[in-house]
Nanobody, 123 residues
Framework: VQLQASGGGLVQAGGSLRLSCAASGLIFSRYVMGWFRQVTGKEREFVASILRSGDTTFYGDSVKGRFTISRDNAKNTVYLQMNSLKPEDTAVYYC?????????????????WGQGTQVTVSS
């Protein structure tokens, strides 16, 4: 199984970025997909998750109303649209796949992880 995250970069506060995560080696439509982020020295933080069909999403409180998670099961890809970015959004962002039926905010629930993509928001 491979999860390949991309789309990170440097952006000014108030700007936008779109992350992508391409999955291979698994039946993508059978997995809940999630995004997490981590700053060095801190715990991995839940950002968003999306159920298998894509019709239900969940967000962490710090990103609600600014970030949107979506998926394209035909392309085996999950996306994270990030708008109104703030310096505190700076982190390495990871995509993850969870084979359980219900979406979880706990990183320990996820079976597979991507390599991470750096997002840096300057003030």
């Amino acid at each position: 199984v491979q999860l390949q995250a991309s789309g990170g970069g440097l952006v000014q506060a108030g700007g936008s970025l779109r992350l992508s995560c391409a999955a291979s080696g698994l039946i993508f439509s059978r997995y809940v997909m999630g995004w997490f982020r981590q700053v060095t020295g801190k715990e991995r933080e839940f950002v968003a998750s999306i159920l298998r069909s894509g019709d239900t999403t969940f967000y962490g409180d710090s990103v609600k109303g600014r970030f949107t998670i979506s998926r394209d099961n035909a392309k085996n890809t999950v996306y994270l649209q990030m708008n109104s970015l703030k310096p505190e959004d700076t982190a390495v962002y990871y995509c993850a796949a969870d084979s359980s039926y219900y979406a979880s905010r706990r990183s320990t629930s996820y079976d597979y992880w991507g390599q991470g993509t750096q997002v840096t928001v300057s003030s």
